[in-house]
């Protein structure tokens, strides 16, 4: 069984040697193709069911088409694109999500710049002083 796992780890990295591989936008697509997928399922107009097949389908084949791809620069230059648009969007769900996890901080905006300010959770009522402006203000933490 070990051979064999070696066999086709050997053919896949001999396959996929000078091919882009994937990235964000690769990932994107991914997500779209599952949700479309998924609604296609749902969907009770058989027509309605088929555009989302095809599109669903489309989606796909870009996304091997981008993973096997040679040519580097047009699918950075199309990741960097894709990047542009959507990436202050992934950047406030992580910044969320890193927040959501911290347990020993509280985050605050600053009332004055909007500065998010991180500190100790647990210490009661205290005095914030932000860096970006300077503003002094009590929160409860």
Request: charged content about 20%; some cysteine.
């Amino acid at each position: 069984m070990n051979g064999v796992l070696f066999v086709i780890r050997n053919f896949i990295q001999r396959l996929m040697y000078g091919r882009y591989g994937t990235d964000q936008l690769n990932l994107f697509l991914l997500v779209v193709f599952f949700l479309l997928w998924l609604a296609q399922a749902f969907v009770r107009n058989q027509i309605a069911a088929a555009v989302l097949s095809w599109v669903s389908l489309l989606l796909a084949a870009a996304m091997i088409f981008r993973i096997m791809s040679r040519n580097y620069s047009r699918r950075r230059a199309e990741n960097d694109a894709f990047l542009k648009v959507f990436g202050p969007v992934i950047h406030w769900f992580k910044r969320k999500r890193n927040q959501a996890r911290d347990k020993d901080h509280v985050y605050f905006k600053c009332p004055t710049c909007s500065q998010t300010l991180r500190v100790p959770r647990g210490k009661g009522k205290i005095s914030i002083t932000c860096r970006n402006c300077g503003t002094v203000f009590q929160e409860k933490t």
